[in-house]
């Protein structure tokens, strides 16, 4: 309890240590493509790469791609069956069980993690866009 | 081939003794026997097709990189273990396929394994530890993701050992490479 209202300068140094402290919790936060990416490493890493197909297809691009269509790779019969281009709306559908969205494909994941999802296609975008697509 | 000293160093004594530890493990693999295959389930056989195909990936890298000339012999020793855990992974899986009737996935040649891991551009023994690294992580993630898959209860059981083959391997090669281990749970799967 102040005796007296607070002086102006008390409510200034409040207020930059306010600033500070928000500004300190900020530079800590990790960037969501970076989280994105340490998630896809860890999560899609085994079998895929950015770059090059591997078990899986390669991943530059793959946001707008048509789907099943990267060159030189076998592909199940059922991913080829599906049609239209990778969104993120069809990504988020296929990450979160890829045998209901394609039986028989040759994936085989169920991320239930909403957020999770999120974050791995924000980082697929992020190396699909401009610049980013191959 | 030139490595750096001191850390490089310490990886190494690092790594000859992890070796020392380690060797003989392959022998206790898991091997399923008749009850399991007899077992699997027709769904199952293209879960552990995939997991096939990522077996014969691992046995490419530490072949390939084995005899790339970029590691020194204590490395060298631990790569010729975690390739004999990885030579038995494939053994069990593809015996899996094989007797549910199946034709196990066969390997790519080594020129594609090259390409496709782009192992042309490791230069020395650090690049050839960190895709190591990078490799037997995504391993042992993608096992944990195909246990949900999988029908049969001992095959699952399958699989988690092999996970946590994987994980022995990540855990020594981070370790070797100096990285610490991620502060927040669940570092699999």
Excluded at chain 1, 95 to 103: D, E, Y
Excluded at chain 2, 7 to 16: D, Q, V
Excluded at chain 2, 65 to 74: H, N, Q
Aim: include cysteine; glycine fraction near 10%; charge should be neutral.
């Amino acid at each position: 309890m102040f005796s007296h209202p607070p002086s102006h300068a008390w409510i200034m140094l409040l207020a930059t240590s306010l600033a500070q402290l928000f500004c300190a919790g900020n530079a800590a936060a990790v960037d969501p493509i970076t989280e994105g990416r340490t998630l896809y490493e860890n999560k899609c890493g085994g079998c895929h790469s950015v770059e090059t197909n591997r078990v899986g297809p390669h991943h530059r691009g793959v946001v707008g791609r048509r789907i099943a269509s990267v060159p030189d790779y076998d592909y199940s019969p059922a991913l080829k069956q599906l049609s239209g281009v990778w969104t993120p709306a069809r990504l988020d559908l296929w990450l979160s069980g890829t045998q209901k969205l394609a039986p028989g494909s040759k994936m085989y994941l169920a991320l239930d993690d909403a957020d999770q999802r999120q974050l791995i296609i924000d980082y697929l975008q992020s190396i699909s866009g401009p610049g980013g697509s191959k | 081939m030139e490595f750096r000293r001191g850390p490089t160093l310490a990886r190494r004594s690092f790594l000859a003794h992890a070796g020392l530890v380690t060797l003989g493990a392959g022998a206790s693999t898991l091997v399923p026997g008749r009850a399991l295959a007899a077992a699997t389930q027709p769904g199952d056989v293209g879960v552990i097709q995939t997991a096939l195909a990522l077996e014969h990936e691992g046995i490419a890298a530490y072949q390939i990189a084995g005899k790339s000339g970029l590691l020194s012999p204590g490395t060298l020793k631990l790569a010729l273990v975690f390739l004999g855990h990885h030579q038995a992974h494939r053994d069990s899986l593809a015996k899996l396929v094989a007797d549910a009737g199946g034709k196990p996935v066969e390997p790519k040649t080594d020129a594609q394994y090259i390409e496709e891991l782009q192992l042309g551009s490791l230069k020395t023994e650090g690049d050839v530890v960190a895709l190591a690294t990078k490799l037997e992580r995504g391993a042992a993630s993608a096992y944990i993701g195909q246990i949900a898959a999988l029908s049969e209860p001992k095959l699952a059981r399958l699989f988690a050992s092999i996970s946590a083959d994987e994980a022995v391997h990540w855990t020594t090669l981070n370790n070797a490479a100096g990285t610490p281990i991620p502060t927040s749970a669940y570092l699999f799967g």
